[in-house]
């Protein structure tokens, strides 16, 4: 039995004992001559045998137990039915017998055992919704918690980028019903006219009473080519006013302007409100503030302070219908919380149907060939807890979406969602969906672009790199002149292999995942093709080039020239960039849901920072002292990348400068 358990046993047993012994005592003292029963009842038929006492507190006890265990509405009436009954049975041994059962005093422990441990039952259930009030009341984030004083000052920094102010005053209405000036903004006045309009402020103080009196906004505008005004308005929140913002426009007083001014009235009496509350004693600071008519109000207070930051904190969701992007948060039961005036615009339902709509109805109207099977998705964005991201192509409404479905979590209870370094746990789904097929339209006429000036540069490299070839056959071209001859040819040579590589890259990045030709492929097969493919170059350069494959590997689905090239490419750059007399390794590793290879060599390395950067086209290494022939095209390990993702699997690299790399490929297995 835990500590906390026999605490609340103790405190059970305790309430009922002291009821029965107060009542006891009180009885033997006074009680009888209080309720006049000496007038019905005979002294001699009232006093108990010590051997009674134990029965009443048993009887105290038991009552006491029932009645912490089941609700009064249960427990009332089995007592009076119980006290009737046994007041037939006392009358009865009274009359024939002249034994006295104590019916009177049994029934006082009784009643009073019941309604004792049903006003302690009432005292707690106050107390914890007292705290979860203030608590819920006092959490909110780093921009909630700012004194009101500050947000003052922030605003009215607003209202001069705004308006022409002339002059802005805040005043907060004290405890005694005076105007205190908190916040006063003007906007670089000279100090001579300050001087001056100090005879003013009798006026402007009526003003603003008269605002405040009357609740309502006060404007006064002069009718002159400058258009100022004088608007005095009430700072009401909840129905409470708890000050006044006093502008003076000098010019060009829009009446647009009085709505920009009432809504920042609205802002600074929620925050007047707020910091009122929050400063207020907490409404359960003794035991009996449940009987308190003070902490009763105070407790609406609280209420209205919860009322006022979930209006604020709605804002966000109103906000959200502004975006070009169409969202929809679903609770993880399936039913839909929010969606935006996007969402409701591209799932084209009214308000009575959206209120039927959960989560699978709503990704239903989304389905393509590529999204066919929501239900996958989901059950993968609650397993991996990452995000699932999908293109959708609907090719009769010409028109692709970008749709992804996210996880979102949040801390545990008591902790501010802004919190960091804390544990998660899974809330909600967010779907997003965004309209590409402008992006789509102009990522495809610049890859056409692309490759049609591609494959123009093509043409004259060929005759460059062939009539060079020809040149250098000619055996009678002076020995200064085949030099050049033979670097014309090694570099349109290298251009061509360029053009090939970024022609691969651009069509890949083009076609969907189910263009490419799939079939069941071995990858030890594959492996040691390109082992052997390399054995050459490797050999040139004093590099053992080994291939180390795992026993009993089970084919996966891919095209085998794209992996084959793959592959290529990455014992290409390991042979390139690794000193003579070192090895290079390629190995395939079967996990659980992916094939890998690991091409590993004991080259240069690369530095951390530039990890992420090598996947990029065009982006290459800088090393001191590179030779020529070592430097590349920059396209290698973007073709490996993009080869890796339309076969659905991820590309790594681990390295450090001097002591070599390991580049690997993870594979989806069948």
Not at 594 to 618: A, C, M, N, P, T
Request: glycine share 6%; charged share 25%.
């Amino acid at each position: 039995m835990t500590a906390t358990t026999t605490g609340k046993l103790l405190s059970q047993i305790a309430l009922p004992l002291a009821v029965t012994t107060v009542n006891i005592i009180l009885w033997d003292s006074a009680l009888y001559y209080i309720l006049f029963l000496h007038k019905f009842v005979p002294a001699g038929k009232v006093s108990v045998n010590w051997w009674f006492y134990p029965i009443f507190i048993l009887i105290g006890l038991g009552v006491g137990y029932f009645a912490n265990k089941y609700s009064i509405r249960y427990v009332l009436p089995i007592t009076l039915a119980g006290l009737v009954a046994f007041l037939g049975v006392n009358i009865f041994a009274l009359y024939y017998f002249g034994v006295n059962l104590y019916f009177m005093r049994i029934g006082f422990i009784a009643l009073a055992t019941v309604f004792a441990v049903h006003l302690r039952k009432i005292w707690r259930i106050d107390q914890e919704l007292t705290e979860s009030l203030v608590t819920l009341a006092t959490t909110g984030n780093r921009i909630e918690l700012k004194p009101a004083e500050i947000r003052v000052e922030l605003g009215l920094r607003l209202l001069e980028t705004v308006l022409p102010l002339s002059e802005a005053i805040v005043f907060r209405i004290d405890e005694d019903g005076n105007f205190r000036p908190l916040g006063r903004s003007r906007n670089g006045r000279p100090e001579s006219e300050l001087r001056l309009r100090q005879a003013e402020w009798r006026d402007t103080i009526a003003f603003c009473e008269r605002a405040f009196s009357e609740r309502r906004t006060i404007l006064h505008t002069d009718n002159n080519e400058s258009r100022s005004a004088r608007i005095a308005l009430p700072l009401v929140s909840e129905g409470i006013a708890v000050g006044v913002l006093f502008v003076r426009v000098h010019q060009n007083f829009e009446r647009a302007d009085q709505h920009l001014l009432e809504a920042f009235c609205d802002q600074l009496a929620r925050n007047f409100q707020r910091k009122e509350l929050q400063d207020k004693e907490l409404p359960n600071t003794f035991w009996w503030s449940f009987l308190s008519t003070n902490s009763a109000e105070n407790r609406i207070g609280t209420i209205s302070l919860i009322n006022s930051l979930i209006k604020e904190q709605s804002f966000g969701s109103v906000a959200s219908s502004y975006l070009k992007e169409a969202h929809a948060i679903a609770y993880l039961d399936g039913t839909i919380a929010y969606v935006n005036r996007q969402m409701r615009h591209l799932v084209d339902m009214g308000s009575a149907q959206l209120f039927d709509l959960d989560l699978f109805g709503l990704l239903t109207n989304f389905k393509t060939e590529s999204f066919s099977e929501p239900h996958l998705a989901i059950r993968r964005v609650l397993q991996t807890g990452e995000a699932y991201e999908n293109e959708l192509v609907f090719e009769d409404r010409n028109r692709i979406l970008a749709l992804q479905i996210s996880l979102v979590k949040v801390p545990s209870d008591n902790v501010s969602i802004h919190a960091t370094n804390v544990a998660l746990k899974p809330a909600c789904f967010l779907i997003t969906l965004s309209d590409i097929t402008a992006i789509k339209e102009n990522e495809k006429l610049r890859s056409d672009m692309t490759k049609l000036m591609s494959h123009e540069l093509r043409t004259p490299v060929t005759s460059i790199k062939g009539f060079a070839e020809l040149l250098l056959m000619d055996e009678s071209i002076a020995a200064e002149n085949r030099e050049f001859v033979e670097i014309i040819a090694n570099e349109s040579q290298r251009l061509s292999k360029m053009l090939s590589t970024f022609l691969s890259v651009s069509n890949l990045e083009q076609s969907d995942k189910q263009e490419v030709t799939k079939s069941a492929v071995k990858l030890d097969t594959v492996v040691t093709d390109v082992v052997n493919e390399f054995q050459e170059t490797a050999k040139k350069k004093r590099i053992r080039l080994v291939g180390k494959n795992a026993s009993n590997l089970p084919p996966i689905a891919a095209d085998n020239g794209l992996i084959r090239r793959a592959l290529a490419n990455l014992v290409d750059n390991a042979i390139r960039y690794s000193p003579e007399r070192t090895q290079v390794m390629i190995s395939t590793i079967l996990e659980a849901d992916f094939l890998r290879v690991v091409v590993e060599d004991r080259g240069y390395g690369i530095d951390r920072s530039e990890h992420e950067k090598i996947w990029q086209k065009f982006y290459r290494v800088a090393r001191d002292g590179q030779d020529k022939e070592e430097e590349s095209t920059g396209l290698g390990l973007a073709l490996v990348k993009e080869v890796a993702e339309q076969h659905g699997g991820t590309v790594s690299v681990e390295s450090e400068v001097g002591t070599g790399s390991k580049f690997s490929i993870a594979l989806p297995r069948l």
